[in-house]
């Protein structure tokens, strides 16, 4: 049994001050017995895409930028492992970097990353557009990490919507899946946790959904509700409205339990593509 606890922020373009709101929530968390702790997407910035850009550091663990020193540091000082981000990462081409999520433990060693794969070009109406490739660069890598004992599948927001996505991480041995978010108020009211069950229905795997709240810079309003769902489905715990965390238990025993009662994983029969 694992204690896991999903973040909910408000992250705005202050980066020093979301840092420290990201590591003091982690501190919470971990005062409730949590071991395993993901941070939203765009933990540490909520601005504009210069200010996005000038912020996007390399993954050094030697030498390691603001970002990557407060996961280690949220990591080291509470004794948990951290799965955090999106956030930005310098790619090859300096206007477009990656949005990264990594996997950090309670050593503050990487133990994996990965960068999104589906990026956010939407109109959600009212004449909001988004057109997050222009501004990033995608990845291409399919990536389970083992965290405590799990095999945890990581995504990123938008990635939400690719269900190929969540089969390969459960082909991969995933019987964790992690969605930082930062959704959309007009997108999630409709289709986040409608989402976010159906990932864990088909997965038969835990989901741990950590997302941006409220009003934020350039006109962005994001939805809310941090979960973590079951493998049957049920959203466990969820996080109230404003700043804070859910927290919830990872069973093992119950991911076993419903992927041999229901083998709907083994039932499969459409070869691969």
Not at 223 to 232: E, H, M, N, Q
Request: proline share 6%.
């Amino acid at each position: 049994m694992v204690t896991a606890a999903v973040i909910q922020m408000s992250s705005q373009s202050d980066f020093a001050a979301n840092l420290l709101r990201a590591e003091e929530l982690t501190r919470a968390a971990a005062s409730r017995s949590a071991k395993l702790v993901v941070w939203p997407e765009n933990f540490a910035l909520m601005g504009e895409e210069a200010q996005r850009r000038a912020i996007a550091e390399r993954i050094d663990p030697v030498t390691p930028g603001p970002i990557l020193a407060a996961i280690q540091r949220a990591a080291r000082g509470t004794g948990v492992t951290v799965i955090a981000g999106g956030f930005p990462e310098r790619s090859d081409d300096a206007e477009r970097p990656f949005n990264t999520s990594l996997v950090v433990d309670e050593g503050g060693q990487i133990v994996a990353t990965y960068r999104k794969i589906h990026l956010f070009d939407v109109d959600v109406g009212d004449g909001v557009s988004y057109r997050e490739s222009s501004a990033t660069t995608p990845g291409g890598e399919v990536v389970v990490a083992p965290a405590l004992g799990l095999r945890v599948g990581l995504s990123i927001c938008y990635d939400l919507r690719f269900p190929e996505l969540y089969r390969a991480l459960v082909d991969r041995g995933a019987d964790v899946l992690t969605v930082p978010a930062a959704f959309t108020l007009a997108t999630g009211k409709d289709h986040w946790h409608v989402l976010l069950r159906a990932r864990a229905i088909e997965s038969q795997a835990y989901v741990l959904a950590a997302a941006q709240w409220g009003s934020h810079p350039r006109g962005r309003r994001t939805y809310g509700k941090s979960c973590i769902v079951d493998p049957w489905g049920d959203v466990i715990a969820q996080a109230a409205e404003g700043e804070g965390f859910a927290v919830g238990e990872v069973d093992p025993a119950r991911i076993a339990t419903v992927r041999r009662d229901l083998p709907s994983l083994r039932h499969r029969r459409l070869p691969p593509p």
